[in-house]
């Protein structure tokens, strides 16, 4: 049982996974300190001043804070100033991936491109033989009296 997780284990799906997953993450911390500390205060300082996380509606008569961990504290809130800071953040990372796929996709598109206009390789020494005899053999089969008798001549 052992030696077939292991097996398991180490095979390429599985560890490539395990790589996407990791990579995955740390590039979502990277995303989410560009959103909240780079676009967010830009935005903010474009609309004055506006801080979407604090943003946020009461559900309750008893809360009466003015920043949301507070109002949190004190009932039930709609938190919808931290929705707008997710979606852009969700926005943000779409486009990066859309933007790297895309790259990549125009890469392989190049790559497949020259590949095509590449001449064929030189054929083999084995290939070239395999080619002589098959001409040798369609040159005889066309020679008279050489495997042209047909039935009923």
Do not use: C, W
């Not at 926005?91 to 598109?109: D, E, Q, S, T």
């Amino acid at each position: 049982m052992l030696k077939e997780f292991r097996d398991f284990a180490v095979k390429g799906n599985v560890v490539d996974l395990a790589v996407g997953v990791i990579i995955g993450a740390a590039f979502g911390n990277i995303v989410t300190s560009l959103v909240s500390d780079i676009f967010m205060p830009v935005i903010g300082a474009v609309t004055g001043g506006l801080d979407f996380s604090n943003y946020y509606v009461p559900l309750s008569s008893a809360v009466t804070a003015e920043n949301l961990a507070d109002a949190k504290k004190q009932g039930a809130v709609l938190a919808y100033g931290a929705f707008i800071t997710i979606a852009i953040n969700f926005l943000i990372v779409a486009a990066i991936l859309f933007m790297l796929v895309r790259g990549i996709n125009h890469l392989r598109r190049q790559q497949a491109e020259s590949a095509a206009k590449a001449p064929p390789p030189a054929p083999t020494a084995t290939e070239a033989l395999l080619t002589e005899i098959r001409d040798l053999l369609k040159a005889e089969a066309g020679s008279p009296g050489v495997g042209t008798h047909r039935i009923g001549d």
